[in-house]
């Protein structure tokens, strides 16, 4: 089992930034990828971008080359920076860890609103 803690969200205005947090706990040497995933009001949920154990990186197209996905694996941390945030990058943010065996493990969320 592994036991995520997201942090960081909040009320930002359009252009700002923000960084997210996630915290690991639990049964971390498992770990793999990890990444973040969003849900807005009435949308299903979805992938915002990955980093595996090695360091490869991948995202969404809505938020390249404005979102930077981290890892500390020493503190078995992963960060967000988001910035020049947009109104429709407003979500509840979730972060989930890949294991091996393969098993997801998603936070709790931490809401992210952009105002125009």
């Known amino acids: 089992q592994v036991q995520l803690v997201e942090s960081g969200g909040g009320l930002v205005q359009a252009g700002g930034s923000l960084r997210l947090s996630c915290a690991a706990s639990?049964?971390?040497?498992?770990?793999?990828?990890m990444g973040w995933y969003r849900q807005a009001p009435g949308k299903q949920r979805e992938f915002v971008a990955r980093?595996?154990?090695?360091?490869?990186?991948n995202y969404a197209d809505s938020v390249k080359g404005r979102f930077t996905i981290s890892r500390d694996n020493a503190q078995n941390m992963v960060y967000l920076q988001m910035n020049s945030l947009k109104p429709e990058d407003t979500a509840v943010y979730y972060c989930r860890v890949d294991t091996i065996p393969i098993r997801y493990y998603w936070g709790q969320g931490t809401q992210v609103t952009v105002s125009s």
């Open positions: 980093i595996t154990s090695g360091g490869s990186t």
């Open positions: 639990g049964s971390i040497f498992s770990i793999n990828a």
